[in-house]
């Protein structure tokens, strides 16, 4: 009987799947410095009831489910989904909001599709656009970059704890994103000019450094061969093509640059740690090209011309729709075989 042949996320080193995604953890931790060092320690709040929630979540859905709960929780990836989502959701984010979005991640987006390995969406961005579609004003209030002008700081610890517990303070403390700023500015060169967050260094002031920090990361998910290379650089590309076009050949006071799409929003995020994930994204060489590269086209037509200022968690759950499409045209050939197997076709 002939086996159909496909490719997967197979491993090609010693580890296990706890200690792949303890790498994936570790890499995070540029990434929320940074997070930290210019939003304060909310993001910090926002992980420490995550992780819990999630936890709790996997734990009740494997009880329910009859699967033994310590061998599952040990492969950490309950933890991966609650940390990807606390760093993604404002620093601001009330308790609850936290609470929902990782309880909905685990129960909906991974157990109620069969556990790890069998979730065709990205659990992450599920409860991400989840909340970004329900309670927009949340997800989309952010604190001004600290040292942004000689009134910005970052909140102290009670503040911060105060924010996520009783939301006050929140819209008196709370700033545009580059994104935002650029996106509602857009054809008007003064009031660009005029605006601090978008003159950092390279980019949007601060969050700049938040991306350098999960491009670290990202490097070192490379250098361990925890990822491979092709998601990212194809998302990057796109957005490296169709930034310099439109900002140099169209108009740059309506299209902003490169370094404004790559090192603003969740770029580096979902370039390196979202995108990647091996459940939800295609597994062939150049599929993973095709996958990346497709995410950062329409993360920047939804960006430019769509209702969203940055669009990472829908670009990746529309590209996961198509990744077992992306892998059924772009299977490599098998081994003593004149052409690529590609679904229950019969070999040659």
Known sequence: MALLTVT?????????????????IYATL?????????????????????????????ALMLKLRHKPVSFYLNDYSAVVTAVLLALAIPPTAPWWLTSLGTGFAVIV??????????NPFNPAMVGYVLLLVSFPK???TWLPAAGLDNSTSIPDLTTSLRLTFTGAEADALS??????????????PEALDASAILHGTFA??????????????????????IITWHIPAGMLLALFL??????????????PGVMHHLLSGGTMLGAFFIATDPVSAATSNRGKIIFGFLIGVLTYVIR???????????????????????????????????????GLAKPD
Not at 206 to 220: A, D, P, Q, S
Not at 242 to 255: I, Q, S
């Open 242 to 255: 169709l930034a310099g076009y439109f900002n140099t050949a169209v108009d740059a006071d309506t299209y």
């Open 109 to 118: 987006a991974k157990h109620l599709y069969g556990g790890l390995g069998m």
């Open 304 to 342: 430019t011309w769509g209702g969203y200022p940055d669009a990472v968690a829908f670009s990746v759950l529309l590209m996961n729709l198509a990744a077992p499409t992306l892998d059924y045209y772009t299977q490599p050939r098998t081994y003593g075989h004149r052409k690529p197997n590609k």
């Open 204 to 225: 949007g002031y601060g969050w700049e450094w938040v991306n350098i920090g999960f491009l670290l990361g990202g490097l070192y998910l490379l250098w361990r061969r």
């Open 138 to 140: 949340e997800m989309t």
């Open 30 to 58: 540029p990434g929320l410095f940074m997070l930290t060092f210019f939003f304060g320690y909310g993001t910090l709040i926002n992980l420490l009831l995550a992780i819990p929630v999630a936890l709790g979540a996997e």
């Open 175 to 188: 700033g545009a994103t580059p994104l935002d700023t650029f996106k509602t500015y857009a054809g008007q």
């Open 8 to 24: 997967s996320p197979h491993i090609h080193q010693p580890g296990n799947t706890g200690g792949f995604m303890r790498q994936v």
